[in-house]
T-cell receptor, first 116, second 113 residues
Framework: GAGVSQSPRYKVAKRGQDVALRCDPISGHVSLFWYQQALGQGPEFLTYFQNEAQLDKSGLPSDRFFAERPEGSVSTLKIQRTQQEDSAVYLC??????????????FGPGTRLLVL | GNSVTQMEGPVTLSEEAFLTINCTYTATGYPSLFWYVQYPGEGLQLLLKATKADDKGSNKGFEATYRKETTSFHLEKGSVQVSDSAVYFCALSPFQGAQKLVFGQGTRLTINP
């Protein structure tokens, strides 16, 4: 079946612009995660949804970052007033079950954001 | 806090060589441990995992053993192939079911024919 998809795959923004990154998880997956991966580094956790509820947003680096999943499926990560340090690959992952059970996270291909 | 430290790359080996990529972790609880792999142009994929001490995860000829006494989860393969060329990430979940993954910085592996 279809995996996790993300769009756009590449985004170039001028400093100060707002951007919106979309994630389509695997159908039926309860949990959805966003990670930020800087060049040459491992992914870092940003936020976690269980269905439409955002249960953990401890990794969001500033209040310019906002994520939503209003219907418990598609999610959008929004970055307001982008800064050069926001340049990174943004990864989305989904998994079948809720917290409390160990389950594989399936990752999308990522959105590469470059802020000029 | 929770952190993962893995062997710095890049690592270059010849085909059929033995591979070890070291990974050590720091965790406040009883983490689950993972190895993810990212092939060129593809997304991260789970390679193997172990959820408790002394468990061995294995897949595609790769294996790693959860060693609580040394806080390690080293990745090994007896005979690598060109197709194993990828970036490998060691990761932990702070406790079983936490699902929030903490990743190491990744190790780029290149296998030459």
């Amino acid at each position: 079946g279809a995996g996790v998809s993300q769009s756009p795959r590449y985004k170039v923004a001028k400093r100060g612009q707002d951007v919106a990154l979309r994630c389509d998880p695997i159908s039926g997956h309860v949990s959805l995660f966003w990670y930020q991966q800087a060049l040459g580094q491992g992914p870092e956790f940003l936020t976690y949804f269980q269905n439409e509820a955002q249960l953990d947003k401890s990794g969001l680096p500033s209040d310019r970052f906002f994520a939503e999943r209003p219907e418990g499926s598609v999610s959008t990560l929004k970055i307001q007033r982008t800064q050069q340090e926001d340049s990174a690959v943004y990864l989305c992952a989904s998994s079948l079950v809720s917290a409390g059970e160990e389950e594989t996270q399936y990752f999308g291909p990522g959105t590469r954001l470059l802020v000029l | 806090g929770n952190s993962v430290t893995q062997m710095e790359g890049p690592v270059t080996l010849s085909e059929e060589a033995f591979l070890t990529i070291n990974c050590t972790y720091t965790a406040t609880g009883y983490p689950s441990l993972f190895w993810y792999v990212q092939y060129p142009g593809e997304g991260l994929q789970l390679l193997l995992k172990a959820t408790k001490a002394d468990d061995k995860g294995s897949n595609k000829g790769f294996e790693a053993t959860y060693r609580k006494e040394t806080t390690s989860f080293h990745l090994e393969k007896g005979s690598v192939q060109v197709s194993d060329s990828a970036v490998y990430f060691c990761a932990l979940s702070p406790f079983q079911g936490a699902q929030k993954l903490v990743f190491g910085q990744g190790t780029r592996l290149t296998i030459n024919p």
